[in-house]
């Protein structure tokens, strides 16, 4: 099964208008436009997009909308869908980061941005859990993460290097053990 | 010249990103707040922030940190680091899945930055603590949020909507 370009388009950009949360409400409307009411994907299409694209450094939910695209149309259609699902997010973050500078000079607004942040940093920290709970499943690993997070906090520019060192620390344990760090 | 800086540093940043878009935010802020001074460290907030508003991907956060730094041109030179290459990547593991999927050197490449990558995002949350919650009114916003994300199913735009309420009530 394939879909026109312009169809390609039109559906990503309203996954991409619709996508609040990430990348969970992202599959389910991938799987209710693409899979139900079209029908160009099957399940284990959408299914394959997340195993094949996990592994791969970067935004995965754009990594699942590029594969689909590619598999409906193309290097051309995956270039449309994948732009198609991010101008929103673009458009948006754009009016937004305009919008900031001149909404900062209300009075209240620091309050406002506090309690906002404040919900982030909660965010953060249960997704940082979620990730643990699936990642840092030995003793290797929650040691990589401790090292990183106090490297992280004491050479605040680290950060590229740490990813990059734990990077080569993986690559050699798996080259070594076949398995990753535990 | 800074255009072409944007762009490449967001390629760096989408190219160690492994565990996704969230594992991106630790490298960003290191990248936009720490290396490069672009960005205050209350501004990062803020553009976290309206990551988790806006739909679509969180490294659209991207998007913001270009704008603040070169308007409309370092918006789109941001964005399109941002994101060229891991959809590159991903359309070119569609063509050869097997090669690439099962390619060993990636994969534990990913095993090892991971736990590193979980290990940062506990950095950039302790600086969003350290900017955001500045008494005990603040505190308390992010407990509840935790909680509440924890045990119940609200989305997480209404409870950033519930904490810019909080905060203004609070004052």
New interface residues.
């Given amino acids: 099964m394939t879909t026109s370009l312009p169809r390609l388009a039109w559906t990503f950009l309203q996954i991409?208008?619709?996508?609040?949360?990430?990348?969970g409400v992202?599959l389910t409307l991938i799987e209710k436009l693409l899979v139900t009411r079209l029908g160009v994907v099957s399940a284990r299409d959408v299914a394959?997009?997340l195993?094949?694209?996990k592994?791969?450094?970067?935004?995965?939910?754009?990594?699942?909308v590029?594969?689909l695209?590619?598999?409906l149309r193309g290097?051309t259609g995956?270039?449309t869908a994948?732009a198609s699902?991010?101008l929103?997010?673009?458009i948006?973050?754009?009016l937004?980061?305009?919008g900031?500078a001149a909404a900062s000079d209300f009075p209240?607004f620091e309050?406002?941005?506090?309690?906002?942040?404040?919900?982030?940093?909660?965010?953060?920290?249960?997704?940082?859990a979620r990730?643990?709970r699936q990642?840092?499943s030995g003793h290797v690993?929650?040691a990589?993460?401790?090292?990183?997070?106090?490297v992280?906090?004491a050479f605040?520019?680290?950060?590229?290097w740490?990813?990059?060192?734990?990077?080569?620390?993986?690559?050699l344990?798996?080259?070594d053990t076949g398995r990753?760090?535990r | 010249m800074v255009h072409a800086e944007l762009f490449a540093r967001f390629v760096?940043?989408?190219?160690?990103?492994?565990?996704?878009?969230?594992?991106?935010?630790?490298?960003v802020?290191?990248?936009a707040v720490?290396?490069t001074g672009w960005l205050a460290p209350?501004?990062f907030?803020?553009?976290?922030?309206?990551?988790?508003?806006?739909?679509?991907?969180?490294?659209?956060?991207a998007?913001?940190v270009g704008?603040?730094v070169s308007g409309?041109r370092g918006?789109f030179a941001a964005?399109l680091g941002?994101?060229l290459?891991?959809?590159m990547?991903?359309?070119t593991?569609?063509?050869q899945?097997a090669r690439?999927?099962d390619h060993?050197?990636?994969?534990?490449?990913?095993?090892?930055?991971?736990?590193?990558?979980?290990?940062?995002?506990?950095?950039?949350?302790?600086d969003?603590?350290r900017?955001?919650?500045?008494g005990w009114p603040?505190?308390a916003?992010?407990?509840?949020?935790?909680l509440f994300?924890?045990l119940t199913r609200i989305?997480?735009?209404a409870?950033?909507a519930?904490?810019?309420?909080?905060?203004?009530l609070?004052?």
């Avoid at chain 1, 991409?16 to 990348?23: E, H, M, R, V």
């Avoid at chain 2, 760096?12 to 490298?27: C, E, I, N, W």
């Avoid at chain 2, 060993?104 to 302790?126: E, H, Q, Y």
Wanted: hydrophobic residues 55%; charged residues 5%; glycine residues 14%.
């Fill in positions: 991409g208008t619709l996508s609040f949360g990430g990348l992202a394959d997009a195993t094949h694209t592994p791969l450094p970067g935004s995965t939910v754009v990594q699942v590029g594969y695209g590619w598999r290097w995956s270039a994948t699902f991010v929103p997010s673009a948006s973050m754009g937004l980061a305009y900031y209240g309050s406002v941005r506090r309690g906002i942040v404040a919900v982030v940093t909660a965010l953060l920290l249960g997704t940082m990730l643990a990642a840092l690993a929650r990589v993460a401790l090292c990183a997070f106090v992280g906090v605040p520019r680290s950060s590229p740490v990813v990059a060192t734990a990077g080569l620390i993986g690559f344990v798996v080259r990753g760090p | 760096l940043v989408s190219l160690l990103a492994f565990g996704g878009g969230q594992a991106a935010l630790p490298l802020e290191r990248m720490e290396d209350a501004t907030a803020s553009a976290v922030a309206c990551s988790y508003i806006t739909p679509g991907p969180i490294l659209s956060v998007t913001f704008y603040h409309i918006a964005t941002a994101f290459m891991p959809w990547l991903a359309t593991v569609a063509r899945i690439f999927v060993r050197g990636l994969r534990s490449f990913g095993a090892g930055a991971t736990p590193a990558v979980i290990g940062l995002l506990g950095v950039t949350a302790l969003l603590g900017d955001a919650l500045v603040q505190v916003i992010a407990t509840g949020a935790l994300g924890a989305h997480p735009v409870l950033l519930a904490g810019g309420l909080a905060g203004w609070i004052g």
